[in-house]
């Protein structure tokens, strides 16, 4: 008896259709994404915060930003020559307008293509996304900055920045 092929072929290939619309659908919608995968950009970046997702940033951005490590946000952060240049690909590649980071792109919406921002905090779309959130919560002893997102978002190290 011959078993008809054509059936299951589409069969499998509605199956495995449904399975990625599936897992994309859990994978945290609007507010998800995708944390730091690289070991080393993780252990660098994360050793003084949250070794923030770059799809959270456009390429501008990170280049920006590991371009001038001797002043990062009031410290120095300076690195190997050798080592930032390979974050800096790493963040490059992974960032809001490379690599079809879809998520990415509707957080940096609204950002002017010539600028380069350095605080996720000061994109328009977290701005609205926190507008409620009141003063005196910034101020918290357990929040103390905008770009502490651990304080509210329990997930935020596994991507999830649902409330």
């Not at 199956?15 to 619309?21: D, G, P, R, W």
């Not at 915060?49 to 120095?76: E, T, V």
């Not at 921002?117 to 919560?137: A, F, G, T, Y």
């Amino acid at each position: 008896m011959k078993i008809p092929v054509r059936p299951i072929v589409l069969a499998g290939l509605a199956l495995a259709f449904s399975a990625l619309v599936l897992s994309r659908a859990q994978a945290g919608g609007s507010h998800f994404f995708p944390p730091v995968a690289d070991l080393q950009v993780k252990e660098e970046c994360g050793s003084c915060h949250l070794a923030f997702p770059p799809s959270m940033l456009p390429a501008r951005s990170w280049q920006r930003m590991m371009g001038d490590l001797k002043n990062h946000f009031g410290d120095d952060a300076s690195l190997d020559p050798g080592l930032a240049a390979k974050i800096t690909d790493y963040l490059v590649a992974n960032a809001a307008d490379n690599a079809g980071q879809r998520r990415g792109e509707k957080l940096i919406r609204g950002v002017d293509a010539s600028s380069a921002p350095l605080r996720i905090s000061e994109l328009p779309k977290w701005v609205r996304e926190h507008r409620k959130v009141p003063d005196w919560e910034w101020r918290h002893k357990d929040v103390r900055t905008r770009a502490n997102c651990v304080a509210c978002h329990a997930d935020a190290e596994r991507g999830y920045y649902d409330d």
